[in-house]
C-alpha cells in the first residue's frame, strides 16, 4: 500500500507559477515511476508529466518548457514547477506512484488538489 498526499493547489493568474508537492509513503519500493495527472471539468484524467527513479522524465506536448517534473527520492517527494500557467491548466491535478513487480503494474493515487488559473 501506498499513501499520497499532494498539496499546493491553489488560484494563480494567468502567466503566473505554482510548485505541486507529492508526499509518498508506505511500501514505495526502490524503483517506480513518480507522476502527475489532472483532470478538468469535464474533461478526462490526462498525464502531465512522469519521473522516473533514474531520472527521467516525460512531458505532455501541451506543458513542455512551462513545466518541470522533479523528485526526492530520500524524502519519497516528487515535485511540479508550473510556469507561464494557463487558464486552460485549470484541472484537479492528481500524483501518481507506479511500480512493476512479477510483470502487473500497480498504480497508487492521490487525492487531487485544485489549480484555478483565472484573472
Known amino acids: 500500500q501506498v499513501q499520497l498526499v499532494e498539496s499546493g493547489g491553489g488560484l494563480v493568474q494567468p502567466g503566473g507559477s505554482l510548485r505541486l508537492s507529492c508526499a509518498a509513503s508506505?511500501?514505495?519500493?526502490?524503483?517506480?515511476?513518480m507522476g502527475w495527472h489532472r483532470q478538468a471539468s469535464g474533461k478526462q484524467r490526462e498525464l502531465v508529466a512522469t519521473?522516473?527513479?533514474?531520472?527521467?522524465?516525460n512531458y505532455a506536448d501541451s506543458v513542455k518548457g512551462r513545466f518541470t517534473i522533479s523528485r526526492d527520492n530520500l524524502k519519497k517527494a516528487v515535485y511540479l514547477q508550473m510556469n507561464s500557467l494557463k487558464p486552460e491548466d485549470t484541472a484537479v491535478y492528481y500524483c501518481?506512484?507506479?511500480?512493476?513487480?512479477?510483470?502487473?503494474?500497480?498504480?497508487?493515487w492521490g487525492q487531487g488538489t485544485q489549480v484555478t488559473v483565472s484573472s
Open positions: 501518481r506512484h507506479r511500480v512493476t513487480r512479477l510483470g502487473l503494474v500497480y498504480d497508487s
Open positions: 508506505g511500501s514505495v519500493g526502490s524503483l517506480y515511476i
Open positions: 519521473i522516473a527513479s533514474d531520472g527521467t522524465t
